[in-house]
């Protein structure tokens, strides 16, 4: 069974920029679309970008199109996602999810093994 780990939360003020990784356990990395989900309080549990398999396609919710980035390490076992202008509006935990779907998809029930999330905060 496949397991997450996220890091590289923080708190940044707005326009700056952070990354955040998923480093996964397990020799089957390769075999799952990776996505990145956030939930601020309050609210529900979001998408945000998915990979495939080869990281190619990819695929973002339209509120970060243009300043996230989603991209993988199978070598590594990794995911990433490069967080540039963000903002206040940015702020959630943010997980990490594998699904065994070939494509990539934004819904939350596509995905079958979460990380334990990692806290990103914007201020104003």
């Known amino acids: 069974q496949l397991q997450l780990v996220e890091s590289g939360g923080g708190v940044v003020q707005a326009g700056g920029s952070l990354r955040l990784s998923c480093a996964a356990s397990g020799r089957t990395f390769s075999r799952y679309a990776m996505g990145w989900f956030r939930q601020a309080p309050g609210k529900e549990r979001e998408f945000v970008a998915v990979?495939?398999?080869?990281?190619?396609?990819?695929y973002y919710r339209d509120s970060v199109k243009g300043r996230f980035t989603i991209s993988r390490d199978n070598a590594k076992g990794t995911v990433y996602l490069q967080m540039n202008s963000l903002k206040f509006e940015d702020t959630a935990v943010y997980y990490c999810?594998?699904?065994?779907?070939?494509?990539?998809?934004?819904?939350?029930?596509?995905?079958?093994?979460w990380g334990q999330g990692t806290q990103v905060t914007v201020s104003s």
């Open positions: 990979t495939s398999r080869s990281n190619i396609p990819t």
């Open positions: 999810a594998a699904s065994p779907r070939t494509d990539g998809c934004s819904d939350y029930g596509c995905y079958n093994i």
